[in-house]
Structure formats: C-alpha cells, structure tokens
C-alpha cells in the first residue's frame, strides 16, 4: 500500500515567521516529490518539485528532501496571511508502473495569522 | 490560453442518475486524470490516460468509466450515480514527456449526490 502521510493541523504561525509543512511516504523506491498549494474552493496549483536529496529554493519557499529518511518538507519564510491555504505533499511510486502516477497526502492546513 | 476546463462546475444528482463530466485541455498535453476530492482527504486517482487512445484505471475506478475522446478531452461518466460518489472531481493534465512531469489541473467540478 502506497502512503504519504501528512499532519492535518492546522498549523498556525503568526506573520513574518517560518512555517514548517512535513511530509513522510513508505516506498523507498519513489523518485519525485511535490508540493501543492490549495485554496479553500479551489484547484491544486504547484508550487515545488524536488528530485534530489538537499534543499531547493525558490523565493520564498524551501523544499528539502531527504531519501533515507523518506521524509520531505516544505519551508515558508516570511509566511504572509497569502499563505493561508492547504499544502499537499504529492510523492510518485515506481510500483505504479507508470512514473505519472501521483500518491497525494491528505494535506496540512496552514493559517497565517496577522 | 485557458489551460484545463471543466464542466460543469456544480451538478446535483438522484441516486441512480447518470452523467458525464466533461474536461479539456489546450495545453497540447498527452496525459490527462480524473481525481476525486473528498473532505479531509488528499487527491484520489480514478483514471488515467497517458495518451490519446489510452486509458488506464487508477486507485478508486470503481462506479466510472472514461473516454479519451481526442487528445484535448477527456470525459468522466458516471452509470448509476451514488450518494458515495459525492465528491469534487478535478481533471489535470500534463506533458507526459520524460520521467515525471507537472500536472495543471481544472476547477473542478462539485458533486451532489442525493
């Protein structure tokens, strides 16, 4: 059974400080990790894809991932009450014979308070 | 430029009814899905189609079926619908070139079920 767990929260960081979003998956085998944002009574939208263990950046956002651990994570600096959303952790299994097929977590809500 | 396009945005059904949902793309993209979202729950695969004239099942097909009209639509039908399958149902699609790529989703369409 493919898993990518996440904690539901909410979480709840106060403006200007660094959220923290985990995310762990059970197939060791799993090659490609997301992040999806979603507003309340909206679509997905990307935000981060990482590949490789380590840090990516992107303005704002961080993503790190860590293969051995099976744990990847998404860091919000500078958290802004735009960020106030659902974040999804999205993880690809090799076992689904096809590398586009995506696993979603349930997701963690974020409010970032002013 | 749209990118994915459902229809329609919201349907109420008797238990036993049947529709179709409708999804586009004019992204030029060879891969399109079918996801359900249910409440506190992350994105469910139901069907796929890695490219035109191809269709495979997903995590929850069960109670669906798909036709992969052409490569810009992709349309979701439900037989004898059931008060389970109430649900928002998003449509993505991606480039389906290389080992893993982005998918673009639609709005989404909401689903009731009586």
């Known amino acids: 059974q493919k898993e990518v767990e996440q904690n539901s929260g909410p979480l709840s960081v106060p403006e200007g400080a660094i959220a923290s979003l985990n995310c762990t998956y059970s197939?060791?085998?799993?090659?490609?990790f997301f992040w999806y944002r979603q507003y309340s009574g909206k679509s997905p939208e990307l935000i981060m894809s990482?590949?490789?263990?380590g840090d990516k950046e992107d303005g704002r956002f961080t993503a790190q991932l860590n293969k051995a651990s099976q744990y990847v994570s998404l860091l919000i600096r500078d958290s802004q009450p735009s960020d106030s959303a659902t974040y999804l952790c999205?993880?690809?299994?090799?076992?689904?014979?096809?590398?586009?097929?995506?696993?979603f977590g349930s997701g963690t809500q974020l409010t970032v308070l002013p | 430029n749209a990118g994915v396009t459902q229809t329609p945005k919201f349907q109420v059904l008797k238990t036993g009814q049947s529709m179709t949902l409708q999804c586009a793309q004019d992204?030029?993209?060879?891969?399109m899905y079918w996801y359900r979202q249910d409440p506190g729950m992350g994105l469910r695969l139901i069907y796929y189609s890695a490219s035109e004239g191809t269709t495979d099942k997903g995590e929850v097909p069960n109670g669906y079926n798909v036709s992969r009209l052409n490569k810009r639509e992709f349309s979701l039908r439900l037989e004898s619908a059931a008060p389970s399958q109430t649900s928002v149902y998003f449509c993505?699609?991606?480039?389906?070139?290389?080992?893993?790529?982005?998918?673009?989703f639609g709005p989404g369409t909401r689903l009731l079920v009586l």
């Open positions: 990482i590949y490789s263990n």
């Open positions: 993505a699609s991606s480039e389906g070139a290389g080992r893993v790529e982005t998918q673009y």
């Open positions: 197939d060791r085998g799993s090659q490609s």
């Open positions: 999205a993880v690809t299994f090799l076992s689904s014979g096809s590398a586009r097929q995506l696993t």
């Open positions: 992204m030029n993209h060879n891969s």
